[in-house]
Nanobody, 121 residues
Framework: QVQLVESGGGLVQAGGSLRLSCAAS????????MGWYRQVPGKLRELVAA???????TYADSVKGRFTSSRDYARNTVYLQMSDLKAEDTAVYYC???????????????WGQGTLVTVSS
């Protein structure tokens, strides 16, 4: 079984910073793309940032210049450093791994449980 566990959410004032972490656990051989998504009630889940297995990083236009994602391939962990936070960044942030190869099988579309980020204005 593969699990993604996020941490680092919380309450922060506008203009502040937070760092999210997501660690994958299980008998993992490799992970393709790991990414961060966010969702607010009544809206679709949207991509925030994603890092491929080869290190290519994609950001949503709304967070470019403010958020930085990084990945520790040895620890199967992905990070999201969020700076200059705005009220509109308030959401539940979810970690995702699009493909996880283990010794026994391949898992597709693995999600974490989500972590709430609240930005007060």
């Amino acid at each position: 079984q593969v699990q993604l566990v996020e941490s680092g959410g919380g309450l922060v004032q506008a203009g502040g910073s937070l760092r999210l972490s997501c660690a994958a656990s299980g008998s993992i051989f490799s992970i393709n793309t790991m990414g961060w998504y966010r969702q607010v009630p009544g809206k679709l889940r949207e991509l925030v940032a994603a890092i491929t297995g080869g290190g290519t990083i994609t950001y949503a236009d709304s967070v470019k210049g403010r958020f930085t994602s990084s990945r520790d391939y040895a620890r199967n962990t992905v990070y999201l450093q969020m700076s200059d936070l705005k009220a509109e960044d308030t959401a539940v942030y979810y970690c995702n791994a699009d493909r996880v190869d283990t010794k026994l099988r391949t898992y597709r579309g693995v999600w974490g449980q989500g972590t709430l980020v609240t930005v007060s204005s």
